[in-house]
């Protein structure tokens, strides 16, 4: 199959079941998307649409049972695990839908951790780091907490500047302002433009469809097929 040579992002002829007690459920039915370098997409969909199930594919959290997905020209679909996790960790900033902040440990470290696991960034540099991610995201009180001891939203913020760690040139993040009031949403988009101004991708889960317009492009998924569409005024900031 030829590859898009202009896509950083390529999903082609991707079909997913999942097995059931039932039969076979197909969360995502034959979906082609190109995404260029330097995009900025926003996926919006129903509840149970096949969103999270997108964007498992294009970070190698799940495979697809049909097609291919290729990111930078790594083909994903056929990555061994070992390989997955360190090329995952370079490459791609994941903020999932349920944070998944490791409780053990505080949330500087939770930050920290990325970075000590692909080596990236001297040693003695990554605290620094780690704490100048989180004053970026106004959360520099809390470094030295738990993650347990912080609201939701607080830890949704973690898990952001969690997925800048690495600086990576891919941002996939769903549901990154769910849980935030719409003034912080409006900050994080605002951090997510700034992202895609200094040339990063973004791929982004939302609700809201306010916020969803702030992409360049949207991609609408219904019962796994997906169609996407280019947002008129993509740059986004508000009046
Ligand atoms: N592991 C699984 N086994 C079986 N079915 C699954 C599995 N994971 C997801 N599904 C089903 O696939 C469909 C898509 O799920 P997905 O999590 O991608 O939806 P979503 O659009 O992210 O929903 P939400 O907005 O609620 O997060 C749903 O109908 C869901 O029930
Ligand atoms: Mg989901």
Not at 107 to 131: G, H, Q, S, W
Not at 178 to 183: A, F, P, Q, V
């Amino acid at each position: 199959m030829a590859e898009n040579e202009h896509a950083l992002i390529s999903l082609y002829g991707v079909d997913k079941l999942y097995k059931t007690a039932v039969g076979d459920f197909p969360a995502l039915k034959n979906v082609d998307l190109q995404i260029k370098s330097g995009e900025f997409v926003s996926v919006i969909g129903k509840s149970g649409s096949g969103k999270t199930t997108l964007l498992n594919m294009v970070t190698g959290i799940d495979r697809p049972t049909h097609g291919e997905v290729w990111v930078n020209e790594t083909p994903v679909h056929e990555l061994s695990e070992n390989k997955m996790a360190r090329w995952r960790g370079k490459n791609l900033g994941i903020v999932f839908q349920f944070f998944q902040l490791l409780p053990m440990l505080s949330v500087v470290e939770n930050i920290m951790l990325p970075m000590d696991f692909c080596n990236t960034f001297p040693k003695n540099e990554r605290k620094d780091r780690a704490l100048d991610l989180l004053d970026q995201m106004e959360l520099a009180d809390h470094a030295f907490k738990l993650p347990s001891g912080l609201s939701g939203g607080q830890q949704q913020r973690v898990a952001i500047a969690r997925a800048l760690a690495n600086d990576p040139p891919v941002i996939i993040a769903d549901e990154p302002t769910g849980n935030l009031d719409s003034k912080t949403a409006e900050r994080v988009f605002s951090l997510f433009n700034e992202l895609v101004a200094r040339g990063k991708t973004i791929i982004i889960v939302t609700h809201d469809n306010g916020l969803s317009k702030r992409a360049t492009r949207t991609a609408l998924i219904s019962d796994g097929e997906v169609s996407s569409y280019m947002n008129g005024n993509h740059q986004g900031v508000a009046a």
